[in-house]
């Protein structure tokens, strides 16, 4: 190990405290001497706009002296080196007349003398150690045992500290207990690759020791660090070890009683904590009391238990751990919420005691039934509308204003938005995906304290002359194309009650700010309650689950440290999903996640789960999470748990696939799995609508709605749910494929056209391929997925990435009135946004929003569509064997002079072949027209000697533009466009047309 006299001291000068300036030096200590790898990302109120860091932007030590300007406030801090981070977030108040901070690697805290920094610098902060099992270390690189020894060290009090060539252990010199190496992870079972692939694939060596369980146990509450010497005796390397793995190996838990549970007998509290020293529990019987009454816990092999003959339903509590903290280098003792709370106070201070078995139900909650619009067989009979609560309601003027935003506005059902969803689901909608409605931890639970657009102006400019005004009308004041809009946002962008809840906090209990009180249970109650109005709509329910990250780590951290997140091979968190990477490769929080799906869906009679990131969880986890809820039955729970459908993103990138690249959930591995799992289809997005992940190819013209055929074959393969008997193909199943163009993220279907197309295309044509895109995803086997709006050609004024873009470039409009077009550039703090921003500008300006008669005829197309593929059991096919019998491609298409036109792509859906589906029709032709002005061509034999109708849906549908032409066809409506003796059937412009053959 290096001296630390050799360490690299880097200067960073900062800022300007309060009035005047003053010149701050961070130095930053590493033991590799590498500090100019790495860089220092700031931000905080007394951050300049001008030096505030966006993640992942630092500042690099790689200069004497960088000044920034600091005012007043606070900040915060954090090192790390392209996403690998070295020291976590921290929080500085008030630096008083400190000149000087000094960083050390891994630690957690600042110190303001060298003196200090350099004792901190002899404590052992990182864990690139693993210990595997009771008697196994892993230690990335190779080393031998002939010219190295390995010594474990460990300590009650956590003081190890490595000095020169001593270690010393509470203050005395310790000689350690000696080990051996023993070669490596490379010719190890298949089944211990599993969980230790990168054991094998980074180059660990094995050490191992004489520890038995009992003396494991015992150590695992200890800090414990492995120290290398080579054969002169001087110390090479050393480094705490995580024990994720052995704590699985001792402590595993498989009851299903964690957290909080009233029974008969009174109440019962357990928290898995196996590294604990100790753990009581502080009872508080309101919220807002500090004075609290403590039960002391008793540890069962690492659960912590406590017992209470009283009923606490209702009570709030918190848990008081001790444990020895590594990124501090203390024993420490915290107060944290249970990661099992059910449900919470205001802005998630303290864990509520619920007893959901016999309170906060809603009357008729165990009797009521999903009403039967729709029979749902089969996945594939499923319809997904993907919804986010607050922008439900939120504008929505026929719901009590107290209920906006919240659970309790789906229990109105004369409002504008439940009448426009009962609609939907007559025509043939099954299910409501909503956005996350976990405990979330970015917006302010108490809405005394937000500032939303409702808000007076004056309370963001108060000097302004238009301060009585609201934030509301004062955006509406301003140009289409002005970037005032974006402006007045970012002001309150954090302080509004709009996120999409993607960072979750606490994953069993439902979100405050989506409460009409956000104290305590009516939360509970309030899901409950639009959960059966929905289903009593005819609508079931879908809820979207975050268990790849948390938002920071200060529950799961405070109650095992280090264990429920996933650190790469160096032993540094990964935040590949954007914060702290959970890992779901360790039992316990394996656990912790199927026990979470099992919970929402019986506590709240959830008809479907939907993984955010699916990718970042292992295969086991899916495993585990379908056997849990397949234990769920009508009789014993209320709920079938075999018929909950369950899908994810699948996208193939992020910490589990370099770590365990076989276990990772990506579309292929949620295939692999054969268990029926969806994920979203891709290659069906991108073969259809056109690229546009990235502000550069969203202005492309590629899409196959504006008439680029290029692709066509891979749009087959689409349309067959991409199949894995056909090139291309990914999935065993059609439904595995979620079948989707658009969804809450990236740009909207309406604005991804407008960036195409919107500079030259007549809104006439741009709704007309938004309405091709609505057929492709109706008719389409697999199982279609709708952004909520597509329907009405919802804008977000070109935002690609609304997650905080409040609820001015998020909004929902059910009298169809606006599709929020138009409504100011896009927010520039989204760098993809800002790049755009000159190709916007002139789309804003010059292109003007669709009318009322142009939202409502897309509505009716819409419909249509959900009643067409209702009609016949054909779109809806269950296997891959019905698929590849009836479904077919007919490439006989013919422009007006007689040649093969692309532009035509025609589906033929034969029910002769094979087992029937559809007792009415012997088959089906979907026909597509992409061209913008010519009527196009279809030829087949089996239309000269069949009965061939228009589906009955199209001929009676109240889409104008449909009822225009069949007025005008000079036939009857259901035999319109089609010349029985030549065999053909013409298809109008920019059309989609459905026959059946009788």
């Known amino acids: 190990m290096k001296n630390f006299k050799m360490l690299t001291f880097l200067l960073i000068s900062l800022f300007t405290l309060s009035s005047f300036s003053k010149e701050i030096q961070i130095h930053y200590m590493r033991k590799d001497g590498k500090a100019s790898d790495f860089g220092v990302h700031v931000w905080g109120d007394a951050i300049s706009e001008k030096d505030r860091t966006v993640w992942p932007e630092t500042i690099g030590f790689k200069s004497e002296k960088v000044t920034l300007d600091l005012g007043d406030g606070e900040f915060y801090l954090m090192v790390h080196n392209n996403g690998q981070i070295d020291i976590n977030p921290i929080h500085i108040k008030d630096l008083g007349d400190t000149k000087d901070i000094y960083l050390v690697q891994g630690a957690s805290e600042y110190f303001d003398s060298y003196d200090k920094a350099l004792m901190a610098s002899q404590k052992i902060y990182d864990v690139q150690f693993r210990w595997i099992d009771h008697k196994t270390f892993g230690v990335l690189g190779h080393y031998d045992n002939q010219d190295y020894k390995a010594y474990l060290y460990h300590s009650e009090t956590g003081d190890i500290r490595v000095s020169d060539k001593d270690v010393i252990v509470d203050g005395q010199v310790d000689h350690g207990f000696e080990m051996s190496f023993s070669g490596d992870f490379r010719s190890e079972s298949e089944d211990f690759y599993k969980r230790f692939d990168y054991l094998r694939s980074h180059g660990f060596s094995k050490i191992t020791g004489d520890i038995n369980q009992e003396s494991a146990r015992n150590l695992s509450k200890d800090h414990i660090a492995i120290v290398i010497r080579n054969s002169q005796g001087e110390i090479v390397k ?34 898995w904590a196996p590294t604990a020293k100790n753990v009581s529990v502080r009872l508080y019987h309101e919220d807002g009391q500090e004075s609290f009454e403590t039960l002391i816990m008793n540890e069962e092999n690492g659960v912590y238990v406590a017992k209470s003959d009283q009923d606490l339903n209702g009570k709030f509590y918190l848990y008081e751990i001790t444990q020895f903290n590594r990124e501090s280098g203390k024993i420490e003792t915290h107060l944290v919420t249970d990661p099992y709370s059910l449900s919470l106070s205001t802005n998630s201070k303290k864990s509520q005691i619920v007893d959901l078995e016999n309170s906060y139900r809603p009357q008729g909650w165990d009797t009521h039934t999903v009403r039967e619009h729709h029979t749902l067989v089969h996945p594939t009979d499923m319809t997904i509308y993907e919804l986010h609560t607050r922008d439900f309601s939120i504008f929505d003027e026929t719901v009590p204003e107290k209920m906006r935003g919240t659970f309790a506005a789906f229990g109105q059902k004369s409002s504008n938005g439940m009448k426009h969803l009962s609609e939907l689901a007559k025509s043939g909608l099954t299910h409501i995906h909503l956005l996350p409605i976990n405990d979330m931890a970015s917006v302010n639970e108490n809405k005394d304290e937000r500032i939303d657009i409702f808000n007076k102006y004056g309370d963001i400019e108060p000097d302004s002359p238009d301060a009585e005004k609201t934030i509301l009308e004062v955006l509406e004041s301003l140009p289409k194309d002005s970037d005032k809009q974006q402006a007045i946002i970012a002001k309150i962008k954090d302080r509004d009650g709009f996120n999409w809840g993607y960072d979750p906090h606490h994953y069993m209990a439902p979100e405050g700010a989506y409460a009409t009180d956000s104290m305590g249970a009516a939360r509970v109650l309030e899901l409950r309650q639009a959960v059966q109005s929905l289903h009593e709509s005819g609508l079931r329910v879908i809820a979207d689950v975050v268990y790849n990250h948390t938002f920071d780590n200060t529950v799961l951290n405070r109650v095992v440290p280090d264990y429920f997140y996933r650190l790469d091979h160096f032993g540094n968190p990964t935040k590949d999903s954007c914060c702290v990477d959970t890992a779901s490769e360790n039992k316990m929080v394996e656990k912790l996640i199927s026990d979470s799906t099992y919970k929402w869906v019986k506590n709240y009679k959830l008809d479907g789960i939907r993984f955010d990131l699916m990718n970042f969880l292992t295969k086991d986890t899916m495993r585990e999470v379908r056997r849990k809820l397949d234990t769920l039955t009508l009789a014993k729970d209320g709920v079938d748990g075999k018929k909950i459908y369950l899908y994810g993103e699948g996208w193939d990138f992020g910490s589990l696939r370099w770590l365990l690249p076989s276990e990772t959930v990506h579309q292929w591995g949620a295939a692999s799995l054969k268990m029926g799992l969806g994920s979203f289809n891709s290659t069906f997005r991108d073969a259809i609508k056109g690229k546009g992940q990235n502000e550069r190819e969203l202005f492309i013209d590629d ?67 938004q309405q091709m895109g609505i057929g492709f995803i109706s008719l389409a086997q697999g199982i279609p997925f709708f952004h909520a709006g597509v329907e009405i050609l919802r804008s977000k004024s070109g935002d690609e990435n609304s997650y905080n873009s409040g609820d001015w470039f ?40 669709p009318s009322k008669e142009q939202i409502m005829g897309n509505l009716e197309w819409f419909k249509t569509m959900l009643q067409t593929r209702k009609e016949s059991g054909l779109f809806r096919m269950q296997t891959k064997e019905q698929i590849a019998q009836k479904l077919s491609f007919n490439d006989n298409v013919r422009n007006q002079v007689g040649d093969f036109d692309p532009r035509l792509l025609v589906m033929k859906l034969d029910d002769r072949v094979g087992q029937r589906i559809d007792p009415d029709n012997k088959g089906a032709y979907i026909l597509f027209n992409t061209s913008w002005h010519d009527w196009l061509d279809f030829y087949d034999e089996d239309i000269k000697h069949n009965d061939i109708k228009l589906a009955n849906s199209l001929t009676q549908s109240q889409e104008p533009r449909l009822k225009r032409l069949l007025d005008q066809s000079g036939a009857k409506r259901d035999e319109a466009f089609v010349d029985k003796r030549a065999g053909k059937i013409s298809v109008p412009c920019m059309s989609l047309m459905v026959y059946f053959m009788k």
């Open 238 to 271: 050393s480094s705490g070890v995580h024990k994720a793995s052995v704590l699985d190996e001792l402590f595993y838990y498989n009851g299903d009683d964690l957290g909080s549970v009233v029974t008969k007998e009174g109440t019962q509290f357990k928290l």
């Open 703 to 769: 899409s196959y709605l504006t008439d680029k055929t290029h692709n066509r074959e891979t749009v087959k393969n689409a349309l067959r749910a991409t199949l894995n008997d056909w090139n291309g193909g990914i999935y065993n199943e059609p439904a595995e494929s979620i079948n989707y163009l658009t969804a809450h993220d990236k740009a909207t279907m309406f604005d991804h056209l407008m960036a195409k197309v919107g500079m030259w295309a007549p809104m006439e044509k741009v709704v007309q391929m």
């Open 810 to 849: 998020n909004r929902l409009d059910f009298t169809y009135t606006t599709n929020n077009w138009a409504k100011g550039l896009p927010p520039a703090w989204q760098e993809e946004n800002l790049h755009a921003w000159p190709n916007w500008k002139e789309r804003l300006t010059r292109i003007p929003a």
